[in-house]
């Protein structure tokens, strides 16, 4: 029975949400503003951030003579930027039925595999002037097309769009009011990982992905080695994440948020020689040019979200290089009115040898302390992504999960199509 | 008394290379840094160039080093894609970013033994982007037999190169002033 419960945790979640890439501001040390309209990242990006997208892919557009496909022409008098994010995957869906034969041994029926689309969110941005943009998607979800639901959300607390004002001009700090997700920790919005989940309820995340409210944040980021947000919004949606099944939080009218990120580039070997000495003329001398610098990118911050008796904090650090590799670990702990601590934990390594392959790796830990009991939940993922053109990706995971009782292994793969 | 004759030249023969304007290859590297408030860019480039040098008299140097834009990286492939675009260097139109050295100021003579040292003020035309301005940097020479090291290190401002790059991006993004240091050696021929 305990194996059913995990593979349902693993499978029956319909819709997920564009994955915000840390690996792409490690590796590259850039922040998500240079390539996303939200300075948080995630689908929606900016004419930048296109033309970067144009140019990852084991084959290019205009190598097939599909020159029309270009991702160039997203932009519409070059004010208006369109895009899309799709998600199909292929994966056991369904619950595992448990029967007994006649001896009474337990007999486990598995799903077959079946293809799931897994999600649609169009998106759009537009620069009103030089220092205001509007930008906003949408998540239709299972019942949108079937029942007409306009905001079928998967995941208790998610929201089904975000939508917001961006006042931003250099030297000032950058503003974004409307329905917005508060910086929290590191941007991931994938609906499998724990890091902000809850190993007591694995299908009710504390912050769902594309989780959002209405309200406010301010990112000042005045030189390149620091950056700090603070939020205020409406905790509606985090209300019916932590009270919609039961009331275990007493939140206040408004919830709070703030991230402080240090980012500094640290840079090995290249130094300039301006003391004469004999040590460096050694026999070798002809053997190659002067060494490049090794730049190594790091961010390391923590941030804090409440309201009332509820409070969500997290520390996080990764480091990256120009050689495609990063690793980056989080942990979060939070706790609320009724005895419900989750302390979560995770782990994840990428390399990236050419712009076209990635390879992960995550492994994630997720404990909650009830007056109950404990619970806990292991994840171990390994994945690759594979950019067959500019757009188009494939992702092959597998997934081992393990709690108190269960242990549970699944290979998926994902077909990722984005504009 | 032959052998010894030969012998004597053959020995002196390093040293009366150095006595007269040596040809000097030289490549290595180009360090560009780009530290705008959202963003810092450390990038790397290839750099090669033939000088002639005359050891007993720097201000006589002369010569021409030349970074391809090509080569230019900064970490992330898609970001040098752009900068080799036509917004940004244009390395179509202009693939050579290259400095020619047109007089020399001796600023600290030579010292050491085995290893000589001296640092010089370059003046010289300073092209990218298409556009040739004058350049004054300090460069650093050290020097053993004919082996040669040569560092320097100076600004430029896009804006005096006219690289403008898209709309609201230098300044913020990007820096309005990019910090570049070259490291090269070579031997004298």
Sequence with gaps: MTRVSALAAVCLFGISSAHALPRMSLTAGSPCITCHTNPAGGTGRNELGFESMNQVGLWRYGDLGLDFLDAERHTIAGRVEVGYDFRLLVARLGQLTAT????????????????????????????????????????????????????????????????????ESPGLPLVRMGKIQPSIGIRLDDHTAYIRGDAANRSGPIIAPNYAEWGAETMYHPVSWFRVEAAVVKP????????????????????????????????????????????????????????KPTVINTWVGASLFASGDFNLVTGFVGVGGHGGWEVRAEVSRSERTTTHETLNAMVAASYTPVDWLSLGLRAERARTTTDRDERRADQYVASLEFFLLPGVELRPEYRLVETESSRFGHAVIQLHTFF | MLLRTLALVFALAPVTALAVPSQVNVAGTMKWVSDAPVEKIIGTADGKGSLTIDFDDLTRISGTLTVAVDTMKSGNGKRDGHLRSAEWLDAAKHPNITFTIKAVKVTQPTTGDAVKMAVLEATGDFTLHGVTKPLTAPVTLKWKGPKVKITTAFNISLDDYAIEGKKGIVGNKVGKQIAVTVRLKGKAN
Excluded: H
């Design chain 1, 100 to 167: 007994a034969d006649e001896s009474g041994e337990k007999i486990v029926q598995v799903p077959d595999y079946a293809l799931i689309p897994m999600q649609f969110q169009p998106s759009v941005a537009i620069q009103f002037t030089d220092w205001l943009k509007v930008y906003g998607s949408y998540t239709p979800g299972p019942k949108t097309l079937s029942d007409g639901v306009v905001c079928d959300n998967v995941f208790p607390g998610q929201e089904c769009f975000e939508a917001a004002l961006q006042f």
């Design chain 1, 236 to 291: 509606d949606n985090l209300d019916e994440a932590l009270n919609g099944v039961s009331e275990t939080a007493d939140l206040g009218a408004v919830a709070y948020g703030g991230r402080i990120s240090f980012l500094p580039q640290l840079e090995f070997g290249g130094e300039i020689e301006t003391e004469a000495g004999d040590d460096d003329f050694d026999d070798d001398f002809d053997a190659s040019p002067p060494a």
